[in-house]
């Protein structure tokens, strides 16, 4: 034989393929993380990995009412805001909860999530589960279950507002690379929902 035939050149073909495309993903999300390590940090971030996935949470008192805070929180018009690292629409929405769905853009790939969210103002939290995740692009893990809440209570120097969020991801060579790159996202999300609520809470 003087060379591969049509059949056994195309599998060869799509590998080298595939191979290209999880080297621009990683190089990627290594950019991204490096970049991130520049950011100065807050003892008021924790991000845990774990088997299945991560936990985050984000924790900072100010001078404000519990209802105010709240209303920031939960209202989409407010949500959306300082949820700006990706697009947000309101699906549906009934007394106190909405559906709602992401979508997460980035040069390689594409990520969608639909997650309920519910008011509990008694209980001074607004509590959110994921409902579906699909993803385009690039073959990044995939979010098998993400859930967790904002709440606002009493602190030491005034009102603390406490976000956390659990994630599972499926399995996946990429995973690593992947959690880097999701401690960077939600340290992002925090300061910016940070940032919204202090300037718009009194």
Not at 32 to 49: C, K, L, V
Not at 102 to 119: D, I, K, Q, V
Not at 165 to 184: H, I, M, N, P
Request: proline share 3%; aromatic share 12%; hydrophobic share 40%.
């Amino acid at each position: 034989m003087t060379g591969l035939s049509k059949l056994e050149a195309e599998p060869a073909h799509a590998y080298a393929k595939n191979r290209r495309c999880v080297r621009a993903l990683l190089l990627w999300l290594l950019a991204t993380a490096m970049a991130a390590q520049g950011a100065p940090a807050d003892s008021t971030y924790q991000f845990t990995e774990q088997e299945r996935g991560y936990s985050f949470t984000a924790t900072f008192e100010l001078d404000a009412q519990a209802d105010r805070v709240l209303d920031l929180l939960y209202g989409f018009e407010h949500f959306q805001k300082f949820a700006r690292r990706s697009r947000c629409e309101l699906l549906d929405e009934g007394p106190d909860w909405q559906r709602v769905r992401y979508t997460h853009s980035a040069g390689f790939w594409t990520m969608t999530a639909t997650l309920r969210r519910e008011l509990d103002r008694p209980g001074g939290c607004v509590w959110f589960e994921m409902e579906s995740a699909a993803r385009s692009g690039l073959p990044i893990p995939l979010p098998t279950a993400s859930s967790g809440h904002y709440c606002v209570a009493q602190g030491e120097t005034g009102l603390r507002v406490t976000y956390q969020q659990v994630g599972e991801t499926e399995a996946s060579a990429l995973k690593a690379a992947w959690l880097r790159y999701a401690r960077t996202e939600a340290i992002a999300f925090a300061e910016d929902m940070e940032s919204y609520v202090r300037a718009h809470a009194r």
